[in-house]
């Protein structure tokens, strides 16, 4: 088993910035990709960006490309996703998610994540 818990949201102006973390824990580490969606109210949980653990290559959604990246600290098994130039539309619950096995056209299916953190609150205001 996997556990994860996401900090670091929280309330943001417009252009403002904020640094989600998730960490990870569990008898054994065995994420491949580590990944975070969001879900706004009334919307379906989207895709925003991921990252290997082993190479640390990136994804990440068209509407966050440019604004948001991700990365990750492998001693403390921990990733983090820097959201610059917010914009109210950025307001959702946002979730860090961990894929075992490595597939790498399925990065942003969450059917394909294994564990999921339990969301954290991001508050755009204009």
């Known amino acids: 088993q996997v556990q994860l818990a996401e900090s670091g949201g929280g309330l943001a102006q417009a252009g403002g910035s904020l640094r989600l973390s998730c960490a990870a824990s569990g008898r054994t580490f065995s994420c491949s990709v580590m990944g975070w969606f969001r879900r706004a109210p009334e919307k379906n949980r989207e895709f925003v960006a991921a990252i290997t653990w082993s190479e640390g290559r990136t994804f990440s959604a068209d509407s966050v490309k440019g604004r948001f990246t991700s990365s990750r600290d492998k001693a403390k098994n921990t990733e983090y996703l820097q959201m610059n130039s917010l914009k109210p539309e950025d307001t959702a619950v946002y979730y860090c998610?961990?894929?075992?096995?490595?597939?790498?056209?399925?990065?942003?299916?969450?059917?394909?994540?294994?564990?999921w953190g339990q969301g954290t609150q991001v508050t755009v205001s204009s």
């Open positions: 998610a961990c894929m075992r096995a490595y597939h790498s056209s399925y990065v942003t299916a969450p059917g394909w994540y294994d564990y």
